[in-house]
């Protein structure tokens, strides 16, 4: 198998197993330790990563979607001796696009990430939605208060009032939620990479 045909299994995947319907499913955005990645290599191998750890196991291929461990053994990662075992396996949807990735740890499978899943282009996301919020829930006040200091006179409208009020509120909620939901995301975060 060339080099060019292993990049079709390389990329992000994510536990199959995590929470889909609560909050909890935030998980999947942790940068940190719950990806899975898998590499191409030069050597028509493959290496595989998990949990954030500098531990990688590389795998050959012996059949079509079927890999073998050649290198990597039991590693210690946070007090748990954890090997994903000997065999690696991958299967394809009916487009031909490799989907999921199985390994033997406990039977374990992982899903393959879109780009616009993984947990950079979603972290990216809300950030520039929080930037967005922040700037107009700071940025609002702040330019009424400046047309107040330099006695600028608008025509009032009371419409045109309730909007500003109204975009103001929406936006301090939608800041509020991104913080709800970005501030344990970071902790997390912080804890597994010991910052």
Wanted: net charge positive; proline share 6%.
């Amino acid at each position: 198998m060339s080099s060019e045909s292993l990049e079709r299994f390389a990329g992000s995947y994510r536990w199959v197993k995590y929470p889909r319907s609560t909050l909890g499913k935030a998980i999947a955005l942790v940068p940190g330790p719950y990806p899975v990645v898998i590499r191409a290599n030069q050597d028509t191998s493959l290496s595989l990563s998990f949990f954030g750890a500098d531990a990688e196991w590389r795998y050959v291929p012996v059949e079509q979607h079927v890999f073998k461990k050649v290198e990597g053994g039991p590693q210690l990662l946070g007090g748990l001796l954890v090997d994903p075992g000997d065999t690696l396996v991958f299967r394809e949807d009916q487009a031909g696009e490799v989907t999921y990735g199985f390994v033997s740890l406990q039977n374990t499978a992982f899903e393959k990430l879109a780009w616009y899943e993984s947990a950079a282009v979603q972290l990216g996301t809300m950030g520039a939605l929080l930037l967005l919020f922040v700037s107009a829930v700071v940025l609002w006040p702040l330019g009424a208060l400046i047309d107040r200091l330099r006695k600028r006179t608008r025509e009032p409208n009371p419409t045109w009032r309730r909007a500003l009020w109204l975009g103001w509120m929406v936006n301090a909620l939608n800041l509020v939620f991104l913080l709800v939901v970005l501030l344990p995301l970071a902790r997390d975060w912080c804890m597994v990479s010991h910052c």
